[in-house]
């Protein structure tokens, strides 16, 4: 018995050995890549039917040649392994019919199939993460092909996401939570401190936000929490794409709330950029719709108790008047940053995305469908009045600066009904200039220390590099919103510059 088992390892170390020399784990995995290449192509409605049909075509082609190679190589690894068994035979020490035997035995395969995967979990540890590890790769790039998948099918069609909160209403009708009071939007140009905002208000008790346990089925947040693991589901911390060192994991809170306005008004999504929502575009079936995934992400957060539906969307500085109008008492709080430091951050960050997304098409794709089109190849303004979208190039700071300022020049009408946490007062005081904040906002913020959410170093960026007459337009914004801030403050002229100073 023990030849016939040492026969029979030998035979399955010829069979890995086989596979391994011939490389078949990087031909699977470009294998399953070029499969989800082609459904890819054919679920992107953004491709006219010419274009899906040459992508899978191509894919098509590209799948015959790899089922060959795959085929070569378990023969291969076949014969690798009949060796032993064969020889073993041959020499009278085992019979081939007593190895076989006992290799088809179901506790064998189970005992054997256990072993090898911890083999190869203890020399993948051994080795340190490598180019292929989920651990050593940012955000998008750690999806698997599974991952992948799931994405895709979710952002196929706004049907799906539509369906699946219809379905999720049927199968678990009670995954809703009344809200505790009115809903609360963090919202600014993107790198106005939006995030680090949202990551801080994220820990209050009685705050609900979307996190990445949602996606990709947002609008179903407790069906597919549930059809996905749950909370055994887990990746480790690691850096998000931007490369701004915030680290993020499942239960980190992130923006999917433009997932649900792209949904519902794909009309103000244009090639030129995005048009603003007015009062006048009031949709009650929308804002129906709107209410209830407020709630469904307050049960999925806070299933024990009340809570507060918090969002941050930096979209939603298109929308101002329009969620005054749809949600009454709500409140937006809105992160407020030098002109001068914002817009080359925004500047750093397109281009940042600019390689990112030339480099892989998934990101691109993943950007796009959550509604995400600040930056990069798929940059799309929004088009506040005033705003040319062709007067600069997107690669030049001076494009970046008219941004900032005709979009502080569009909120300036409802600086009374908005509240300005400025980035200076966050990075010199967070813990005041968040517990000031939770005030206005009638939530209790208790012993939080918030300050492990925000630099402590100056925001500072040369005034140089811009226009002299756009960045005064935008400096003169700057300062009058500023006298805004949660904070209380006073001005007072440093260094011939105006700053923000603690009372």
Request: charged share 25%; hydrophobic share 45%.
């Amino acid at each position: 018995m023990i030849a016939t088992f040492l026969v029979s390892l030998l035979a399955v170390a010829g069979f890995g050995l086989g596979l391994w020399r011939s490389e078949v784990v990087p031909l699977c995995r470009a294998t399953l890549g070029t499969a989800m290449t082609g459904i890819t192509a054919m679920m992107d409605n953004e491709l006219d039917d010419d274009a899906k049909e040459i992508a899978v075509r191509r894919a098509g082609f590209a799948l015959i040649g790899a089922a060959f190679g795959l085929f070569w190589r378990f023969v291969l690894s076949l014969a690798l392994a009949a060796l032993p068994v064969l020889a073993a035979d041959l020499m009278g020490l085992v019979p081939r019919e007593a190895v076989l035997s006992l290799m088809l035995r179901l506790d064998y395969l189970f005992v054997v199939s256990v072993a090898a995967i911890a083999a190869a979990e203890g020399l993948r540890r051994l080795r340190g993460p490598g180019r292929h590890d989920p651990e050593a790769l940012p955000e998008i790039n750690r999806y698997s092909t599974a991952d992948r998948f799931f994405h895709m099918l979710a952002f196929a069609s706004p049907a799906v996401l539509k369906g699946a909160s219809r379905l999720e209403d049927r199968l678990m009708p009670g995954a809703v939570q009344e809200p505790a009071g009115p809903p609360i939007f963090v919202t600014s140009l993107a790198r106005g401190g939006t995030t680090a905002l949202l990551n801080a208000l994220h820990e209050v008790p009685a705050i609900a936000t979307h996190t990445y346990r949602d996606m990709p089925f947002v609008t179903a947040p407790a069906l597919w929490n549930r059809l996905a693991g749950g909370r055994g589901r887990d990746v480790g911390r690691h850096e998000r794409a931007h490369g701004d060192g915030l680290e993020i994991d499942l239960d980190s809170p992130e923006a999917f709330e433009e997932v649900l306005w792209k949904t519902l008004w794909p009309g103000k999504y244009r090639a030129e950029g995005i048009a603003l929502w007015q009062a006048e575009d009031r949709d009650p079936t929308a804002e129906a719709f709107i209410a209830r995934q407020m709630r469904k992400v307050i049960h999925a957060r806070s299933p024990e108790g009340p809570a507060r539906y918090c969002s941050k969307n930096n979209a939603n500085i298109a929308r101002i008047p329009y969620l005054l109008e749809a949600f009454p008492g709500c409140r937006i709080v809105v992160p407020l940053r030098r002109p001068e430091t914002h817009a080359a951050s925004l500047l750093r960050q397109h281009l940042n995305f600019l390689k990112l997304q030339a480099d892989d098409e998934f990101i691109r794709r993943y950007m796009r469908d959550i509604g995400h089109f600040e930056f990069g190849r798929i940059h799309r303004p929004l088009l506040f009045p005033g705003f040319d979208p062709a007067a600069f190039e997107t690669t030049t700071p001076d494009y970046w600066i008219n941004y900032w300022l005709q979009a502080f020049r569009y909120v300036q009408p409802f600086e009374d009904r908005c509240l300005f946490a400025l980035q200076d007062d966050m990075r010199a005081d967070p813990q005041e200039t968040l517990e000031a904040l939770c005030e206005a906002l009638g939530v209790a913020p208790g012993r939080i220390d918030f300050s492990a959410h925000f630099r402590p170093m100056p925001d500072r960026a040369p005034q140089d590099l811009y226009d002299p007459v756009l960045f005064a337009e935008a400096d003169a914004v700057y300062e009058r919103l500023a006298q805004r801030g949660v904070l209380p403050g006073a001005l007072s002229p440093v260094g011939g510059k105006v700053t923000t100073v603690r009372a």
